[in-house]
């Protein structure tokens, strides 16, 4: 519990140092978000007027300290373009890009261990050796690649999916679903091959010990052998790259947005960056640390219940 606790308290402070660099990396970018709201046009009195508006004529670091303030109040200031508080603006899109990151996460876990079992109980056989075969394809292809072949193929070929049909959860939540098994099929599937990869070296290994044997001759069926038995053992080493895969996918969220034309946190970070919105863009990077990092801690936390051994190693108690 105590290295459960160290952790907790260090991932505050990097989230704290994170949202640090990334205000003082705003305020060294070059460019004018009052210049950016009005136009090049405008005649230095309405820019000077507005730039007092925003708070830009206070010294950077009288800026930081109450920007710094209102963060750890949950207040990230407002946007300039849109002039409403930022915190209510993202949240309104937060909840849609935590569901598809979650939703391509399980996907990644069910495709992997289904998959890796059926290889592995095939071993050397044609079924294997087509797996192994797709799955380096899979592998090979990148999320936003992936996304635009699954809309060719899926959307606009088969009619499975309306491409750009999207409904929001809280207008349908069974079309919101469905629609978002796309754009997160599409994230889950290079992490899926990968760890399929994973747990299939696993599972091989496994399946060649003793305590394997030992639970065939027991009358065990192959089924309850790899699920009650192997899985768990092969799983260990693999629970690390899911809290890596994870931190990947919040990424991968905001880039498939675009390709699905998903309102997420991914649609309003590029017309903010392109808007020099700073103050929205900068609750964002801290929203994605903040998910990273809490992802990365429970995934931790879940690697010591799934192996004792690790807490014990490290004296934790």
Known sequence: MNVVIKKIVSSILT??????????AFSLIPGDPAVAKLGTQATPEKLQALRESMGLNKPVAVRFMEWIGGVLKGDFG?????????????????????????????????????????AARYENSHVDK????????????????????????????????????????????GRFMGYMFWPALAIALPKSAMAFSLLYGGLITEKKKDYARTAYSRGNSTKDVF???????????????????????????????????????????LTSIQNRDYPVVEAIIVCIAILVIV????????????????????GDK
């Open 15 to 24: 989230i704290l140092v994170v949202a640090c660099l990334v205000f003082f």
């Open 78 to 118: 407002t946007s300039y373009s849109y002039n409403v508080p930022v915190t209510g603006l993202i949240a309104g899109k937060l909840p849609v890009t935590v569901i598809l990151t979650l939703y391509s996460f399980i996907l990644m876990i069910v495709m992997s261990v289904f998959i890796a079992i059926l």
């Open 130 to 173: 087509v797996i192994q075969i797709i799955n380096q394809v899979i592998m090979s292809v990148p999320p936003f690649f992936g996304g635009i072949i699954l809309t060719l193929i899926f959307g606009l070929g088969l009619h499975l999916f309306a491409p750009g049909g999207y409904v929001s959860y809280d207008i349908n939540m």
């Open 227 to 269: 699920y009650k038995h192997l899985l768990k053992n092969a799983c260990i080493p693999v629970v690390t790259f899911f809290g890596m895969a994870l931190a990947d996918m919040i990424a991968g969220s905001i880039v498939i947005e675009q390709v699905f034309g998903i309102p997420g946190l991914g649609r309003i970070l």
């Open 295 to 314: 992802s990365n801690l429970l995934v931790d936390v879940l690697y010591r219940i799934i192996d004792p051994r690790t807490a014990v190693a490290e």
